[in-house]
């Protein structure tokens, strides 16, 4: 299997999962999560103030959102858009997300809420974003595979180029982490999540503040090939 062209993935071998990858990784989210919620209350605290100012109530953003397996679950972040019922969809998005909002999201302290989710086991630290319901029968049956582990807090797509890649790039990111994931790698993804954050790469897709609607792809996801070849 061709590689994805990405930094993180330099003199990673291929490790296949195990039940003792998956025990570790999970023990892993949980002690992280715990502390972060612990360390970062203040921040939380502080962040939750200022979207209750900015934005009014409520604070925190709910949504159902597919889990492993497809399983849906119920994904908190802090709210960075207006609520407007008139307008619907990515050019509604587009309309009611603030510039407070924007912040919120390219610093990525929108996400600090679903450190919840990763330590009630609904999502990981690290693993494939979890997108919208509607999607599931948008995907080939080789995207699809993207739901055999956790969704996660960030992923190989997101320090890959976030949302400045296609949508089939992304897919192609998610399910080569699914075959090749391990301990190591996600100790790198997390690494490199730090410069992505701090850099604020890739944040919106091109032409939009915030990522276009994937309406299905017209052929499998294709493999992207190590730029060393």
Do not use: C
Not at 7 to 23: F, I, M
Not at 105 to 127: I, Q, Y
Request: aromatic share 8%; no cysteine; net charge positive.
């Amino acid at each position: 299997m061709m590689m994805p062209s990405t930094a993180v993935l330099a003199g990673v071998p291929v490790d296949r999962s195990s039940a003792r990858y998956e025990r570790g990784k999970r023990l892993f989210d949980v002690l992280v999560a715990a502390v972060l919620l612990v360390v970062l209350a203040p921040l939380v605290a502080l962040v939750a103030a200022l979207v209750a100012l900015k934005l009014g109530w409520p604070v925190l953003f709910r949504q159902i959102r597919p889990g492993r397996h497809g399983r849906p679950f119920l994904m908190v972040k802090f709210r960075t858009m207006r609520i407007d019922d008139s307008v619907v969809g990515p050019s509604g998005d587009e309309q009611r997300l603030t510039p407070f909002g924007n912040l919120l999201r390219s610093t990525s302290l929108d996400e600090l809420p679903s450190l919840w989710n990763v330590l009630k086991g609904d999502m990981s630290l690290v693993g494939p974003r979890p997108l919208l319901p509607e999607y599931l029968d948008r995907y080939s049956p080789e995207q699809a595979r993207r739901h055999d582990v956790r969704p996660g807090i960030t992923g190989l797509a997101q320090v890959s180029g976030r949302n400045a890649v296609s949508w089939e790039e992304k897919f192609a990111y998610d399910t080569w982490y699914v075959d090749n994931r391990s301990f190591r790698l996600d100790l790198r993804i997390l690494l490199a999540t730090v410069a992505t954050v701090l850099t604020r790469r890739g944040v919106a897709a091109a032409g939009t503040r915030t990522a276009h609607e994937f309406h299905g792809s017209g052929s499998p996801v294709r493999q992207l090939e190590d730029a060393s070849r």
